[in-house]
């Protein structure tokens, strides 16, 4: 294999070895990013919560309800029972029998709303039960695929970085090309080498010279794009 094969090779291999690591990173991100199911959790949580509270409020005032229609029994028995007969405490029992009836009517209009809401409550609670279980199924699901892709990516990386040393091996009799190589890895985003297309640079386009195609497909010397610079291959 000539130089100008060999560096193609090298470039090739780098080139999966970029994309791979990149995307080894983008699963690992996703891994440890759970922003839907943390959002789902909350919103969950937070229906739960006011849930909760509604039922409370509405246990309180059920037992104000229990409590006021104590009192206005317990003074209607007074008033009616015949034992009473001084006219001002009579009286006295009317005005706070009336008083308990209006307290108790404002009650319930009050007990009427609490358990409209608390069935509101209860049903976005149920509703967000049902979306937290959907998307820790999705995740679930989402979390084996990625983990199936990362076991393959750190083997194939490993197959990539095999091949990449021996390829640098074979060029380490020519350490003026492997050094540009490198230069140019780091200069022009990770692409040094790149193929002739239609007697033109495959990066920039520029057209190359008939007398230096024929020296690229030689391939036994460097040829570099006037355009851009990169090590041109055919």
Known sequence: MNLLSLLWQLQTTDTELDEK?????????????????????AAHADAQK???????????????????????????????????????????????????????????????????????????????ARALEHIETTRARELEQLARERDALIARLAELNTAREETRARLAAHADALRLYDQLRQTKAGRAVVQLKRDACGACGFAIPTALIQRVRE?????LCSGCGRILVG
């Open 50 to 128: 006011r849930l909760a509270h509604l039922r409370a409020q509405l246990h309180d005032g059920e037992l104000q309800a229990l409590a006021l229609d104590a009192k206005i029994k317990s003074i209607e028995e007074r008033l009616y029972s015949g034992r009473v007969t001084n006219p001002k405490e009579l009286d006295g029992m009317e005005k706070d029998l009336q008083m308990h009836k209006r307290q108790r009517n404002a009650l319930d209009d009050k007990l009427l709303a609490l358990m409209e809401a608390v069935e509101q409550a209860h049903a976005r609670a149920d509703e967000t």
């Open 219 to 223: 391939g036994n010397v460097l040829v």
């Open 21 to 41: 690591a990149k995307r080894l990173q983008q699963i690992d991100t996703a891994l440890a990013d759970t922003p839907n199911l943390d959002a789902a959790r």
